[in-house]
């Protein structure tokens, strides 16, 4: 979510208005998609994440919302509100064109969002930007939690990998490992707020993607049972702001076999697939929270180097204009 706009605007346009949509157009892709491009550019930082972006490339959950925000014709804002958690509240990501902000957008964009969301709102900002958090707290958002971006130099030595007595690895096999890989997956992640709740869609959305890569996909099999597994991908280009890099996309274990020394063996067995692609630096996310994974990678060389920031609002809702 990029929040970039001041608190006091300094020109306010009649013809401003935020248009609701379930489903967008082709043009209305490509128009957000460019909107989302040049404030990648200019922010360094991509304003929406993941599940966002393939909600936008190939339609999602038909509860979620679009909102356009237009000026003079002009697509000069986008916000995207998924309401589908019931108990956390909606969630929301929203953007400003770098040519459109400090003209009260983000403001204007920020109270559609609310009413769309019934005045209860989760925000995600990505790389938590200063002037984010200033939005934020005009509209009385408090911060909630933090998604620590780490990073490590490949060029560094990386241990050898090392599994536990009886287990062996492959690589995924599209068409085969999906369900297996679901359960344990949410079984992992029982008590991630996004992770855990993926759906044979989601997954399949994925390997969609151009970057999806089923040799970077590892699979820990103890006998004929999934135990865990490491699924990496190259992460980068202009559409996200930088160089590419070599991403531990996610490492989930099954409970029954933590403990065993298993999810530092898969993390390294996707760190010696990273570099031997060629890629000079690996990345990760890791929920602030997590302090045992936040140590694990410490252990093996990442330190943080961004964070994203959730912000919440109040059930008072925004305030007026």
């Known amino acids: 979510m990029a929040l970039f706009a001041s608190r006091r605007p300094r020109v306010r346009s009649v013809s401003v208005r935020v248009e609701v949509r379930q489903v967008l157009d082709d043009q209305e892709i490509t128009d957000v998609l460019g909107l989302v491009q040049a404030a990648t550019e200019a922010d360094g930082v991509r304003p929406l994440n993941e599940h966002v972006m393939l909600h936008l490339r190939y339609g999602g959950d038909p509860q979620a919302r679009s909102l356009l925000l237009m000026d003079d014709g002009t697509l000069a804002g986008y916000a995207h509100v998924d309401p589908t958690d019931e108990v956390e509240g909606p969630s929301a990501e929203l953007v400003v064109h770098p040519a459109h902000r400090r003209r009260g957008h983000g403001a204007r964009l920020l109270r559609s969002v609310m009413d769309q969301a019934g005045g209860r709102a989760r925000l995600w900002a990505h790389g938590g930007h200063p002037g984010a958090g200033a939005l934020a707290a005009a509209f009385g958002f408090e911060r909630v939690r933090s998604l620590w971006q780490m990073r490590r130099s490949l060029s560094a030595p990386l241990p050898p990998v090392t599994l536990p007595p009886d287990v062996g690895l492959r690589m995924f096999a599209p068409g085969q490992d999906e369900e297996a890989w679901l359960k344990v997956n949410a079984e992992a992640f029982a008590d991630h707020p996004e992770q855990g709740a993926w759906t044979m869609d989601d997954l399949l959305r ?33 559409e996200h702001g930088h160089e590419p890099l ?30 031997e692609r060629g890629l000079a630096q690996a990345m990760l996310y890791v929920d602030e929270a997590n302090t045992a994974a936040i140590r694990l990678y410490e252990s093996l ?3 943080r180097y961004d964070v994203d920031v959730m912000y919440a609002a109040p059930e008072a809702g925004a305030p007026g204009s």
Do not use: N
Request: proline letters at 5%.
């Open 206 to 238: 994925r390997e969609q993607e151009p970057w999806f890569d089923p040799e970077g996909f590892f699979l820990a099999f103890r006998g004929d049972r999934l135990a865990g597994f490491h699924w990496t991908k190259v992460h980068g280009s202009s």
């Open 246 to 275: 070599g991403e531990v996309y996610v490492v989930g274990v099954d409970p029954s076999q933590q403990g065993t020394g298993l999810g530092k063996a898969l993390t390294l067995a996707g760190l010696h697939h990273i570099r």
């Open 301 to 303: 060389g990442f330190d």
